[in-house]
């Protein structure tokens, strides 16, 4: 998708895949195959790259210390990437900028845990501090590398792996929200609208912009925030602020994404710059886009992979259902759960298009037939 | 561009192109480089294609029909493209259909242009019936292929090449109009609002969507003989015609074009469905997308090599100065007086939306510096 913001600048992409078969791998010309957890391997892809970003945030932080020192610019930078990719420097950082994040702390052990969860109990006063999100401080999403703990005996699971683990207290939210913004190397930035994401299962499922009901101050709360992390970390390119709107009307950080983010994805044919024509154009410091809405509602549903590998015949149902839906699929094989792709549907009507969106993502997944 | 509206539906293409520095061959990853003239080439390059189409009209007719006898699904088909290939083909057949056309005659040589004039000056009951154009009936566009002849003496150019010519009325015109529709195997259609083409020095300068102050039954009369001939000539996917509004307020073919056409640009970022999005999905036989306008106003200017080959650095300005623009670059060699890109614009307001686009098509090319 960054590929395709950039053809119209005529921006050419040379692309560092795990596998021929990536998605991108299958729509860029430029393709070197190869491990990204691998110096050698980075440092002769970068010969002859203007600058590098990315589309995730898992190429080791000191490999990327490393391009910067042989002179090759990275956009965001590892002193900004860092926040995205460390969980716990992420919540030290926010800590130290006064941004507000859930209650946390670093714990070793299933007696940590046990001690966090009953400073928890006297900050409430009462209960037993449970239940505790435990989460490994580096590799996790989608709801991979998280944990919800309802006593000490069920936190021995996260240790496992030999990873830290950030412990948190579960919020009592009453949505998600995400802030999206993006920072140039001037200086620059621009915030979208705050949306609302719904997740199920611990996957994002449908996002919503501009957050229905969300009151304004808040939001602007929300957006000022976004860009003062991205301006405090030294972010290059886009940031998504993943947030809690909690039950008291406060705003906390969930989780900091330093690329073009799935909450995003509306912008494609929402907005009037889409998240990826704005990292493109900040990642190569030009002048940003328009981050406002074109339209009142815009609605993205992601496509989850179903029980039918074949989502090409479900496009004639639902492009002849809706001659408005726009469908985005990323070329990946179809496994149960896998993000394929996603749906954005826009209107005036906000039900509208929820049920459009919807009824395209269920049905492309296979969940109805009809 | 037709290759940016196929991924995000998982479309792969293959491209046959002459260079491997065609635009199309920049972004495309399976290309192969190949004389679309050489039989041979076309059957090698159509082995595992599951359909072909085109982004201009001059593959061979024959050829085309020798690959549809092969069993490959050629869209438009031979038949149809005949049609935007060959001006004289075209004339007869929109006179068959009594589609309204300037007043033509294939001719052979000045003699045959004399006749013309006089009959020409006979209709009007009066004048020498002067000027009258000639058109090689093949393998002209923007301009070129094109005479408009004062007086017999000049008419000897055109004959030169031994190709044959088709002499037309120099119609007396208000405005030049497009009619864009795209058509499916289903026989499905969509037409996309009547757009106003401002030409100078014969090559498409701007184009407006809608057509500013057209009267609602012209525009209606205008798409439903667009929708005509493209289901009376059998067109598969995008079919582009040209039209002069005339002074006494009729409305007359000039071309045809079966591809994404200049004409249709605005729709990137002005249509609900683009239409390179409505031709890949006309050509796959997939339902067709809403073709309504987004905005109230959409306006394309084209960009032209000027005299500075480095475009990327008038991106500065232009993306500072106006956060909405759309710039859509070919990724061509800047030569002078070649379309290398466009920008669109959108919005409520007409005049800025104009000043905007021909303020950033004069910067790209350098006709403005500030």
Known sequence: MTHEAGIPLGIRFRLLSDTPQDSAAQVVSDVVVGDYRDLDTLRAFAQGCDVITFDHEHVPTEHLRALEADGVPVRPGPDALQHA?????????????????PRHRIVSDPDDVAVFAAEGAAAQGGGDGFPVVLKTVRGGYDGKGVWVVRSVAEAAEPFRAGVPVLAEEKVDFVRELA????????????AYPVVESRQVDGVCDTVIAPAPGLDPELALRAEEMALGIAKELGVIGHLAVELFETRDGRILVNELAMRPHNSGHWTMDGAITSQFANHVRAVLDLPLGDPRP????????????????????AYLHCMARDPQLKIHMYGKDVKPGRKVGHVNTYGDDLDDALERARHAADYLRGTITE
């Open 85 to 101: 990719q460390d969980k716990g420097v992420m919540r030290a950082r926010l800590d130290a900028i006064g941004v507000p994040c």
């Open 179 to 190: 802030a999206n913004v993006v920072r140039s190397p001037h200086g620059q930035a621009v």
């Open 294 to 313: 074109r339209a009142k509602w815009t609605v993205m549903s992601n496509v989850l992979g179903g029980d039918y590998p074949d989502m090409y015949s």
